[in-house]
């Protein structure tokens, strides 16, 4: 049995940064403690950090000054007092699980590594030599998708170590209902048709192909677009808008608070996240289209990468070759003219998502891995 079981969940990525892979590291903490386990995370201190931890369980915060050359000495330090029988480490990448790799060679140290996308990548000998040493001597392996499984399996990831574990959504948050005037308001949503992207502001997402998407409508189509989030392509993105001419029909909403967000995918008539594969990065799921599926609002998403596995093409949303903007603008011109089918599809989206992608799922998929592996009854 896993009851009582102690799960040290080791991650860089954690509050205060916002992402898929806290995400994952606070969901399947919550989750496992609400089965019953003792949970522990540990991850870097960040600056400005307030303290005030979530969740029903210990987070232990490492100092963050040098934190690329000394983490793995400061994280095998953390772990090195574990009782070996009674722990389970679950790393949210392989470069986490590297202190478990060191401490397998002097003490029994049971240890799992998720692989969410960009993770799989490695370029440089050295880390591939190290990322697969790390992986193979682990005792499972979870991909949040189909293709990250694919390029897992490509660097000789045995099998049956590997299992598909896809992310979740908490569909208690995130669910339909009526749109928030005050919130339509606040933010300047208008009664043209409403096209909503959420995501850091990164090439591979895919945001600029969307513009040149909107720039190929008909001009006939009443539509705005709206990009939720930051980062370093914003500036490249407003540029492309100006030499498109389609500045006017761009609202840029910049940093939308996590409570925020379940209203912000309500007001959507679309989601659009066009994700494409570049030289050192990759789509490895998309936990925002389970997001705005559980809103009831479907998805555009780019084929060839984890997006796959959240968005059914003609039955949850709209799969488009993501270098192509006559598709992505097909695609968006069709949800437009065709609102009962897409209506049909933010159902079905819906549906899917509780019956596949809750936390609960996920949580539970992970505990039958590890016992499947650990041969635990």
Same mark, same amino acid.
């Given at each position: 049995?896993?009851?009582?079981?102690?799960?040290?969940?080791?991650?860089?990525?954690?509050?205060?940064?916002?992402?898929?892979?806290?995400?994952?590291?606070?969901?399947?903490?919550?989750?496992?403690?609400?089965?019953?386990?003792?949970?522990?995370?540990?991850?870097?201190?960040?600056?400005?950090?307030?303290?005030?931890?979530?969740?029903? =369980? @210990?987070?232990?915060?490492?100092?963050?000054?040098?934190?690329? %050359?000394? &983490? #793995?000495?400061? *994280?095998? /330090? +953390?772990?090195?007092?574990?009782?070996?029988?009674?722990?389970?480490?679950?790393?949210?990448?392989?470069?986490?699980?590297?202190?478990?790799?060191?401490?397998?060679?002097?003490?029994?140290?049971?240890? =799992? @590594?998720?692989?969410?996308?960009?993770?799989?990548?490695?370029? %440089?000998? &050295? #880390?591939?030599? *190290?990322? /697969? +040493?790390?992986?193979?001597?682990?005792?499972?392996?979870?991909?949040?998708?189909?293709?990250?499984?694919?390029?897992?399996?490509?660097?000789?990831?045995?099998?049956?170590?590997?299992?598909?574990?896809?992310?979740?959504?908490?569909?208690?948050?995130?669910?339909?209902?009526? %749109?928030?005037?005050?919130?339509?308001?606040?933010?300047?949503?208008?009664?043209?048709?409403?096209?909503?992207?959420?995501?850091?502001?990164?090439?591979?997402?895919?945001?600029?192909?969307?513009?040149?998407?909107?720039?190929?409508?008909?001009?006939?189509?009443?539509?705005?677009?709206?990009?939720?989030?930051?980062?370093?392509?914003?500036?490249?993105?407003?540029?492309?808008?100006?030499?498109?001419?389609?500045?006017?029909?761009?609202?840029?909403?910049?940093?939308?608070?996590?409570?925020?967000?379940?209203?912000?995918?309500?007001?959507?008539?679309?989601?659009?996240?066009?994700?494409?594969?570049?030289?050192?990065?990759?789509?490895?799921?998309?936990?925002?289209?389970?997001?705005?599926?559980?809103?009831?609002?479907?998805?555009?998403?780019?084929?060839?990468?984890?997006?796959?596995?959240?968005?059914?093409?003609?039955?949850?949303?709209?799969?488009?070759?993501?270098?192509?903007?006559?598709?992505?603008?097909?695609?968006?011109?069709?949800?437009?003219?065709?609102?009962?089918?897409?209506?049909?599809?933010?159902?079905?989206?819906?549906?899917?998502?509780?019956?596949?992608?809750?936390?609960?799922?996920?949580?539970?998929?992970?505990?039958?891995?590890?016992?499947?592996?650990?041969?635990?009854?």
């Amino acid at each position: 049995m896993l009851n009582n079981q102690r799960f040290v969940i080791l991650t860089q990525d954690y509050f205060p940064a916002h992402g898929g892979i806290t995400t994952w590291c606070y969901e399947i903490a919550k989750g496992l403690v609400a089965r019953g386990c003792d949970v522990q995370v540990i991850t870097k201190d960040f600056e400005g950090w307030n303290g005030k931890e979530r969740g029903e =369980f @210990a987070v232990q915060r490492l100092e963050k000054r040098q934190w690329v %050359r000394r &983490k #793995n000495l400061r *994280l095998l /330090k +953390a772990i090195s007092g574990e009782p070996d029988a009674n722990t389970i480490f679950l790393c949210s990448n392989w470069k986490m699980a590297v202190p478990c790799l060191l401490r397998s060679f002097y003490r029994p140290t049971k240890f =799992f @590594a998720a692989v969410h996308g960009l993770d799989a990548f490695e370029t %440089r000998p &050295k #880390n591939r030599l *190290l990322q /697969k +040493a790390t992986l193979r001597r682990s005792d499972g392996v979870l991909a949040v998708s189909n293709y990250t499984a694919g390029l897992l399996e490509s660097i000789d990831i045995a099998p049956q170590k590997l299992r598909v574990i896809h992310n979740g959504v908490e569909v208690e948050r995130f669910k339909p209902g009526l %749109r928030n005037a005050e919130f339509a308001a606040a933010h300047k949503f208008g009664t043209e048709f409403r096209l909503l992207s959420v995501g850091r502001l990164v090439e591979r997402k895919g945001f600029d192909m969307a513009l040149r998407a909107i720039a190929l409508l008909p001009s006939g189509i009443p539509l705005r677009y709206y990009l939720a989030g930051t980062g370093p392509y914003e500036d490249e993105l407003r540029r492309l808008s100006r030499e498109l001419g389609i500045d006017d029909k761009i609202r840029f909403l910049g940093f939308i608070d996590e409570a925020d967000l379940p209203e912000l995918y309500r007001q959507a008539d679309l989601f659009i996240m066009p994700s494409r594969n570049t030289e050192r990065s990759v789509e490895g799921f998309g936990i925002v289209y389970l997001e705005a599926a559980a809103c009831r609002v479907p998805s555009v998403a780019g084929s060839g990468n984890g997006a796959e596995d959240a968005v059914r093409p003609d039955e949850t949303g709209y799969l488009v070759n993501p270098e192509s903007p006559q598709e992505i603008a097909a695609a968006i011109q069709r949800a437009v003219e065709n609102p009962r089918e897409r209506r049909q599809f933010g159902e079905k989206a819906g549906t899917r998502v509780e019956r596949e992608f809750t936390w609960q799922h996920t949580v539970g998929n992970l505990l039958d891995f590890v016992r499947d592996r650990l041969d635990v009854k």
